[in-house]
């Protein structure tokens, strides 16, 4: 598992109950890439141990990078370190699927359709 670098909140609104938890920088967190998801997984140690887990399929998780990427295009106030982060993430994202890309067949088409 890696440390939090900064923090996370949750919240899940049920019709009778509602539950939230932060995570901050004594949190952990891991990630599992499976074949038809990502699996994040995000810890709270000690007496009031918390875990939650969020398997997310590629789809989705195509779309949530869409609609983060319009928002930060309509949004320019990000500060430098936040940037950085976000632009060092995406980067080594991109990295990883272009390496992975070059190992399919030379006729695959990487803006097909679902």
Same mark, same amino acid.
């Given at each position: 598992?890696?440390?939090? =670098?900064?923090? !996370?909140?949750?919240?899940?609104?049920?019709?009778?109950?509602?539950?939230? &938890?932060?995570? &901050?920088?004594? *949190?952990?967190? @891991?990630?599992?890439?499976?074949?038809?998801?990502? #699996? #994040?997984?995000?810890?709270?140690?000690?007496?009031?141990?918390?875990?939650?887990?969020?398997?997310?399929?590629?789809?989705?998780?195509?779309?949530?990078?869409?609609?983060? !990427?319009? +928002?930060? =295009?309509?949004? @320019?106030? #990000?500060?430098?370190?936040?940037?950085?982060? #976000?632009?060092?993430? !995406?980067? !080594?994202?991109?990295? *990883?699927?272009?390496?992975?890309? *070059?190992?399919?067949?030379?006729?695959?088409?990487?803006? +097909?359709?679902?």
């Amino acid at each position: 598992m890696k440390s939090i =670098t900064d923090r !996370a909140e949750v919240a899940i609104d049920f019709p009778e109950k509602a539950y939230m &938890g932060a995570f &901050g920088r004594e *949190s952990s967190f @891991d990630v599992t890439v499976e074949p038809d998801e990502v #699996l #994040l997984r995000i810890v709270r140690p000690g007496e009031a141990r918390r875990e939650i887990a969020v398997h997310l399929h590629y789809y989705l998780l195509a779309d949530v990078l869409k609609e983060l !990427a319009q +928002g930060l =295009t309509k949004n @320019d106030g #990000l500060d430098e370190n936040h940037f950085r982060a #976000l632009f060092d993430g !995406a980067e !080594a994202l991109v990295q *990883s699927l272009k390496g992975n890309a *070059s190992r399919r067949s030379p006729t695959t088409d990487l803006h +097909g359709s679902r």
